[in-house]
Nanobody, 125 residues
Framework: QVQLVESGGGLVQAGGSLRLSCAASLLTFNINSMGWFRQAPGKEREFVAA????????YYADSVKGRFTISRDNAKNTVYLQMNSLKPEDTAVYYC??????????????????WGQGTQVTVSS
């Protein structure tokens, strides 16, 4: 059974930073693309960032480009999301997910099959 466990969320002031981690119990982690999504109260789940299996390809939502950085350590089966210059509108539950192998958009949540339980990020103004 695949498990994705996020950690690193919390409360931070605007302008601050957080680093989220997602540990995966995937034997094939090193050949899977991974993504981060977020969902704020009353809003749909939205794409944040994604990374290819080798880490050579990364994708970002326009709203976080230049502030967030996705990375991975295949030796540790872990994907990270470094979040800098945080804004109150970044407040949400953040989820990591495994992208379905093969083609498909990195930006759509329907292209991801395994999800973590989420970690809350709250940015105060």
């Amino acid at each position: 059974q695949v498990q994705l466990v996020e950690s690193g969320g919390g409360l931070v002031q605007a302008g601050g930073s957080l680093r989220l981690s997602c540990a995966a119990s995937l034997l094939t982690f090193n050949i899977n693309s991974m993504g981060w999504f977020r969902q704020a109260p009353g809003k749909e789940r939205e794409f944040v960032a994604a990374i290819g299996w080798s880490g050579g390809s990364t994708y970002y939502a326009d709203s976080v480009k230049g502030r967030f950085t996705i990375s991975r350590d295949n030796a540790k089966n872990t994907v990270y999301l470094q979040m800098n210059s945080l804004k109150p509108e970044d407040t949400a539950v953040y989820y990591c997910a495994r992208k379905v192998p093969g083609g498909g958009s990195y930006y759509s949540p329907y292209e991801y099959d395994y999800w973590g339980q989420g970690t809350q990020v709250t940015v105060s103004s």
